[in-house]
T-cell receptor, first 114, second 115 residues
Framework: DQQVKQNSPSLSVQEGRISILNCDYT??????FLWYKKYPAEGPTFLIS?????DKNEDGRFTVFLNKSAKHLSLHIVPSQPGDSAVYFC?????????????FGQGTILTVHP | DAGVIQSPRHEVTEMGQEVTLRCKPI?????LFWYRQTMMRGLELLIY????????DSGMPEDRFSAKMPNASFSTLKIQPSEPRDSAVYFC?????????????FGDGTRLSIL
C-alpha cells in the first residue's frame, strides 16, 4: 500500500527551464508535506515544505503547490541549474498519533543539462 | 552548525554478526528517527523517539532489530544476528517537535553490507 507516489522515475530538463516534479498521495489524514533532495552518498536534504492549510509555498527558485482535492503536490524549480541534478523525494505526515512519521515517495531523478 | 552525525559510514560484516549503528542528533532536537533505504522498498521508517522515549516501532522488521536512545544526544540501532537481506543504507534523522511543523534533518547514512 503505497500512500505516497512519484510516478515519474526520472525527468530531464535544459538549464534555465522549469522543472516540475509531481507527487500523489492517498491518505486524507496527511497534513504536512515536504520535498527533499538527495545527492549520491549523502542523506536527504530538506528543501521546502507546505502545510495543508496552504496551497502554495515559495522559497527562492523553489515553489511547492498543493491541491488537496486532487491529493496532488508538485515542486517547481525555476530556473533549473545543473547543480539541481539529484533525486527528489516527496514526503507526507499525518497529524495526531502519527505525528512524526514521514511516508516517502520512491523518488524522481532530475537531470539538468547545461 | 553540526548536522546529524552517523557512524560508521560503511560497515561490511559476515552473516550472523552483531551490527551496531550510531547516531548523534542535532543539538536541541527532541525527536529522532531511524530509516532504512533499499531499492525494493525505498525509504521506510523503522522507529522514532520523542524525548528519548520510543513512540512508534511498527516499522522494525523483526526482533533481530533493536534501538535505544539512552540520552538526548545519542542513539543506536542494533541488528543481532545480521542477515544478508539487512543490507541497505540506514539513515538517522532528527527534528524539533514543538507547536509548529518542523522538518526532519538527515545524516549521511550508514551503508551496511552483510555477506
Amino acid at each position: 500500500d503505497q500512500q505516497v507516489k512519484q510516478n515519474s522515475p526520472s525527468l530531464s530538463v535544459q538549464e534555465g527551464r522549469i522543472s516540475i516534479l509531481n507527487c500523489d498521495y492517498t491518505n486524507s489524514m496527511f497534513d504536512y508535506f515536504l520535498w527533499y533532495k538527495k545527492y549520491p552518498a549523502e542523506g536527504p536534504t530538506f528543501l521546502i515544505s507546505i502545510s495543508s492549510i496552504k496551497d502554495k509555498n515559495e522559497d527562492g527558485r523553489f515553489t511547492v503547490f498543493l491541491n488537496k482535492s486532487a491529493k496532488h503536490l508538485s515542486l517547481h524549480i525555476v530556473p533549473s541549474q545543473p547543480g539541481d541534478s539529484a533525486v527528489y523525494f516527496c514526503a507526507a505526515r499525518a497529524g495526531g498519533t502519527s505525528y512524526g512519521k514521514l511516508t516517502f515517495g520512491q523518488g524522481t531523478i532530475l537531470t539538468v543539462h547545461p | 552548525d553540526a548536522g546529524v552525525i552517523q557512524s560508521p559510514r560503511h560497515e561490511v560484516t559476515e552473516m550472523g554478526q552483531e551490527v551496531t549503528l550510531r547516531c548523534k542528533p542535532i543539538s536541541g532536537h527532541n525527536s529522532l528517527f531511524w530509516y532504512r533505504q533499499t531499492m525494493m522498498r525505498g525509504l521506510e521508517l523503522l522507529i522514532y523517539f520523542n524525548n528519548n522515549v520510543p513512540i512508534d516501532d511498527s516499522g522494525m522488521p523483526e526482533d533481530r532489530f533493536s534501538a535505544k536512545m539512552p540520552n538526548a544526544s545519542f542513539s543506536t540501532l542494533k541488528i543481532q544476528p545480521s542477515e544478508p537481506r539487512d543490507s541497505a543504507v540506514y539513515f538517522c534523522a532528527s527534528s524539533y517537535r514543538g507547536n509548529s511543523n518542523q522538518p526532519q534533518h538527515f545524516g549521511d547514512g550508514t551503508r551496511l553490507s552483510i555477506l
